[in-house]
T-cell receptor, first 111, second 112 residues
Framework: KQEVTQIPAALSVPEGENLVLNCSFT??????LQWFRQDPGKGLTSLLL?????REQTSGRLNASLDKSSGRSTLYIAASQPGDSATYLC??????????FGKGTTLSVSS | DAGVIQSPRHEVTEMGQEVTLRCKPI?????LFWYRQTMMRGLELLIY????????DSGMPEDRFSAKMPNASFSTLKIQPSEPRDSAVYFC??????????FGQGTRLTVV
């Protein structure tokens, strides 16, 4: 059974700092990995989808990497802003289909 | 497309009552997922459908929970009878095959 772990559970940084969020998963037989953002009381917004054949995927100030063999992914946020404050969730497919989520990392960026 | 649409956004009901949550997936998407989110357990998969057929309902907590997808554009999640421990945010998501999943805004259920 696929298990997803995200470290740290919470992170506070000053504006402008670069930061890395970590995600690890137990079953490396995945075809993709997806990073989401969730604002308080809101739904999930897809940030990046990285296919198993890719090692990196970039969108603006966000960069996601994937190392299937070690069961790890990182989400790099450059030049963080207060608007980046949210919970970031990592999800991988279980048995090839349904996404299984980590508990998320709650990010707070202070101005 | 307007995205995944869920209704209602908020539901408050008394213990023992029947609750029905609704979801309209993105047009053309062949997978539909129902999740439940709580502070303690995070996001849990309840059930998912492929081409309107339930594939895996092992996450449905009890027989009080049931889900249907009568056609490609509509799904319901029903709880009967509801209990206070069912209070949570319920999300619906859809996607095409092995691509990006999109989530609705969720239904916040409170059972008193």
């Amino acid at each position: 059974k696929q298990e997803v772990t995200q470290i740290p559970a919470a992170l506070s940084v000053p504006e402008g700092e670069n930061l890395v969020l970590n995600c690890s998963f137990t079953d490396s037989a995945i075809y993709n990995l997806q990073w989401f953002r969730q604002d308080p009381g809101k739904g999930l917004t897809s940030l990046l989808l990285i296919q198993s054949s890719q090692r990196e995927q970039t969108s603006g100030r966000l960069n996601a990497s994937l190392d299937k063999s070690s069961g790890r992914s990182t989400l790099y946020i450059a030049a963080s802003q207060p608007g980046d404050s949210a919970t970031y969730l990592c999800a991988v497919p279980q048995a090839g289909t349904a996404l299984i989520f980590g508990k998320g990392t709650t990010l707070s960026v202070s101005s | 497309d307007a995205g995944v649409i869920q209704s209602p956004r908020h539901e408050v009901t008394e213990m023992g009552q029947e609750v029905t949550l609704r979801c309209k997936p993105i047009s053309g998407h062949d997978y539909l997922f129902w999740y439940r989110q709580t502070m303690m357990r995070g996001l849990e998969l309840l059930i998912y459908f492929n081409n309107n057929v339930p594939i895996d309902d092992s996450g449905m907590p009890e027989d009080r929970f049931s889900a249907k997808m009568p056609n490609a554009s509509f799904s319901t999640l029903k709880i009967q009878p509801s209990e206070p421990r069912d209070s949570a945010v319920y999300f619906c998501a859809s996607r095409i095959e092995e691509t990006e999943a999109f989530f609705g805004q969720g239904t916040r259920l409170t059972v008193v």
